[in-house]
T-cell receptor
């Protein structure tokens, strides 16, 4: 089983719908992240959480919200999806030591029509 | 704020030729630097990282990168390209003591037989 699991892997939704992307990890890491990937733009940080009670906005948080349900679970919600939120979304985890690598899930491809 | 510049979104290289991907960073403090690879329909995988030890870092699959503080660069090289190296490559930086990664826009590498 993958260390970082994202569900669903693919999703098509309509404009205005609420959608939740889920992430769970078995790494035992405290830190979790949500990134968005767009062609030619690389990955941009949406939200991050350094522990269950700590949630922080990243560089592109508008239109998104998150919930850290447990150390192992971090979900991303789009309250009212819009077409320019069509992208590939990645969840990642890391431990607390500076300079350690982030471990990424397989990604969720979201299309908003 | 930290940022990463990767020039040339698409890079074509002949099989057996040198692979060179350039990465320049801006950071007010010595950063941690990473190269990640993304194969088609996969998540990101760490190739190598610089964490203030040796300036020449060796990674997986024959890749290496050299940290040059005077040039604020962390270029990725591989002496001889294989067909299996076709993927997208991302340079990323995180500031000291913080694991939030800032990514470059990526290089899509195409290997020509």
């Amino acid at each position: 089983d993958a260390d970082v699991t994202q569900t669903p892997r693919n999703r098509i939704t309509k404009t205005g719908k609420r959608i939740m992307l889920e992430c769970s990890q078995t790494k035992g890491h405290d830190r979790m992240y949500w990134y968005r990937q767009d062609p030619g733009l690389g990955l941009r940080l949406i939200y991050y959480s350094f522990d269950v009670k700590d949630i922080n906005k990243g560089e592109i948080s508008d239109g998104y919200s998150v919930s850290r349900q447990a150390q192992a679970k971090f979900s991303l919600s789009l309250e009212s999806a819009i077409p320019n939120q069509t992208a590939l979304y990645f969840c990642a985890t890391s431990d607390n030591r500076g300079g350690t690598e982030a471990f990424f899930g397989q990604g969720t491809r979201l299309t908003v029509v | 704020a930290q940022s990463v510049t990767q020039l040339g979104s698409h890079v074509s290289v002949s099989e057996g030729a040198l692979v060179l991907l350039r990465c320049n960073y801006s950071s007010s403090v010595p950063p941690y630097l990473f190269w990640y690879v993304q194969y088609p329909n996969k998540g990101l995988q760490l190739l190598l990282k610089y964490t203030s030890a040796a300036t020449l870092v060796k990674g997986i699959n024959g890749f290496e990168a050299e940290f040059k503080k005077s040039e604020t660069s962390f270029h990725l090289t591989k002496p001889s390209a294989h067909m299996s190296d076709a993927a997208e490559y991302f340079c990323a930086v995180s500031p000291y003591g913080n694991n939030r990664l800032a990514f470059g826009k990526g290089n899509q590498v195409v290997v020509i037989p």
